[in-house]
């Protein structure tokens, strides 16, 4: 039963859209999120002069902490978070992390979720890893979409950016997806200067011949290191005038005005292409989005500075009434847009592998 008034903020966008961070732990190492490794040190330290304040990341933050258990919320207060938002007119549920597949017994979260009234889409993101294990009993569960990260088609460069050996995974992963009928098939790639930009046109072709839906992403300022740079990255109307040295594409009218994404399909209809630019060409106009941590704490633009304590609300006996009142009035102090490349712009301390994308 949804609500009459749909949940808006202050500047009218209207919110559809909910994400999930079902843990804060990740198997992977990713440079751009979690950049602990070795290679991550060596390739911040060599790209960019040590920024005064400013060290890569030591031995020490290799050894990293994750939530206690206590501190994540249940899959009933889960359940019941969503049940709430979806009163509120939220329709497409993404789960996230850190690595959501890490989270123990996750095809149980996702068959409460799947039933809930008002909830139409429900997707999942995911390193690939863990997929071979679980992608049948997710999909089973009531699963819709999956969306894989893919970074490079080398595996000795795939191992660099994720600290993992982990690309023989990933694409037995998108072999299982396709089987399981997950379609369209989304994969995403966050493009790095100097990194894996050169394997744009590679990863162009393997999506058209894999029938995919890549996503190039711009490099944005959510890592654990606070190491990022504007000249790290590549911005999206570059990228695309280097996939259209190598293949005519063709624009694909948006359907929906909050979509991240802009796309273009190749001449033979197989796959598409899809740029996300949040940092070069903003689309916090059209944002629809909020999220949810896995210790409960509701953010309402991805690069918010405050949170919103909904585990508290949750546990303290409060009534479905009262939180979705208070969820309608911190949803009017929802971020206008974000600040990056500002003087006044502010790293969340929170990062990206807390906060799942
Ligand atoms: S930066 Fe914030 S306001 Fe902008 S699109 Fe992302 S979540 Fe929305």
Known sequence: MTTALPLRDSYGRVLRDLR????????????????????????????????????????????????????????????????????????????????????????NLVRRLAPIPGISDLALTSNGFLFPR?????????????????????????????????LPSVLTSLDLAAQLGFAPLKVNAVVIRGLNDQEIPRLAEFARERRLSLRFIEFMPLDSGRAWLRELVVPGREILERLREHHTLTP???TNPSETARRWTFPDGRGEIGIIAPVSEPFCGHCNRIRLTADGQIRTCLFSLHEHDLRARLRGGESDEDILRWIREITLGKEERHHIGEAEFEQPQRSMSCIGG
């Open 134 to 166: 679980l992608g049948r009993p997710l999909r089973e569960a009531g699963l819709q979409r999956i969306s894989f990260s893919l970074d490079s088609l080398d595996r000795e460069q795939f191992r660099k950016m994720t600290g993992r050996d982990g």
């Open 252 to 254: 694909v009218t948006p």
């Open 20 to 107: 999930v961070s079902v843990t804060d732990r990740c198997n992977f190492r990713c440079l751009y999120c979690l950049p602990e490794t070795e290679e991550a040190a060596n390739f911040y330290r060599t790209r960019a002069p040590l920024r005064p304040a400013q060290s890569p990341p030591s031995e020490s933050v290799i050894l990293r902490e994750w939530k206690p258990r206590h501190e994540l919320l249940t899959f009933e207060e889960i359940e019941r978070a969503v049940r709430l938002f979806a009163t509120l007119g939220i329709q497409k549920l993404r789960l996230t992390g850190g690595e959501p597949l890490l989270r123990n017994d996750l095809p």
